[in-house]
């Protein structure tokens, strides 16, 4: 058991588990389990992003926060996924371990508090992901920091517009291509196959109301006028087979007034892009709208298959 003032919970060094009275043999024993060098956590408790950061901050003390990847994370921001966690700090930070990556900033960046962490805010940390995600997920990133708050978008395009650092352009032009009430990230890349491919851009998340004014459904991406939907179900819709079968409902309700859906999954957007444009493309001639011949920017985001 550990000592009384030692709090097993969270992460600690060395020398804090000596000066609690518990020795190097107990720290390596099954009890515990070491996140880093020289940090240690009890085995009872899960590791997670946040925790693995807490011991980053812990074997690095001058790091002034933490940004990129892990700060997007913390901040509720959608980003591929990596082992690394990421610290900003001046020129003078430096680590050995090679899972803790350190940002040097000529000046302090932007930050501020998420889970009583301090990271780089979501403006700062976008531009500094310009310059080590590709387009699409820089988008994804940007729509979900957006999500619940149209007025980032406002800040983020004013910011990328007069920023100057590595990944500029990209900034944005990812900027200008975000956008808000964006509900899961495949809605994203969903959106983007279309835009890249050079087809018009559907509106983001309609809402169709009832004779009383209340919401009845709402449409991933859509053309109105024309009354073609394109959605995206993931998994978890049909794991949540009650939602699933609500959803089903609806949309055959909404397809009695004349509107054709397009459903997408996993499967169509990452293994076969080419046919899922070949669907959206035709049912885009069949309600009358006019297709532009596809550009083939989307095949370097998009690479299950070469193209139509």
Not at 182 to 193: A, G, K
Not at 208 to 219: F, Q
Request: glycine share 6%.
């Amino acid at each position: 058991m550990a000592p009384a003032h030692l709090d097993p919970s969270r992460p600690f060094r060395y020398r804090t588990a000596l000066a609690a009275g518990v020795s190097r043999s107990v720290l390596e024993s099954p009890a515990y389990t070491r996140l880093w060098q020289d940090c240690y956590v009890s085995a009872l408790v899960p590791i997670t992003p946040q925790l693995l950061i807490q011991g980053a901050l812990l074997v690095v003390p001058g790091a002034w926060c933490v940004s990129h990847h892990s700060a997007a994370r913390m901040l509720g921001g959608v980003v591929p996924d990596t082992a690394v966690v990421h610290l900003g700090g001046d020129r003078a930070l430096r680590t050995g371990r090679a899972d803790i990556r350190l940002h040097r900033y000529r000046r302090r960046p932007s930050t501020t508090w998420a889970r009583g962490i301090r990271v780089t805010d979501r403006v700062q940390t976008f531009l500094d992901l310009a310059a080590v995600l590709d387009l699409v997920d820089l988008v994804v990133l940007a729509d979900s920091f957006a999500r619940s708050d149209e007025q980032f978008l406002a800040e983020l395009v004013e910011a990328a517009g007069s920023y100057s650092g590595k990944g500029a352009h990209l900034a944005r032009r990812a900027a200008g291509l975000a956008r808000a009430r964006v509900d899961s990230p495949n809605e994203s890349r969903l959106r983007l196959l279309m835009v890249l491919a050079g087809l018009p851009e559907p509106v983001v998340n309609l809402e169709l109301h009832d004779k009383c004014g209340r919401v009845r459904y709402r449409i991933d991406l859509s053309y109105p006028d024309a009354r073609l939907a394109i959605e995206y179900d993931g998994r978890h819709h049909i794991d949540r087979r009650r939602q699933w079968t609500a959803d089903l409902a609806r949309r055959e309700d909404i397809e009695g007034e004349d509107w054709r859906f397009i459903v997408v999954i996993a499967t169509d957007l990452f293994a076969t892009p080419d046919r899922t444009l070949h669907r959206i493309t035709t049912a885009m001639r069949e309600r009358g709208m006019p297709v532009p011949c596809l550009d083939t920017t989307w095949c370097r985001y998009f690479p299950g298959r070469t193209g139509p």
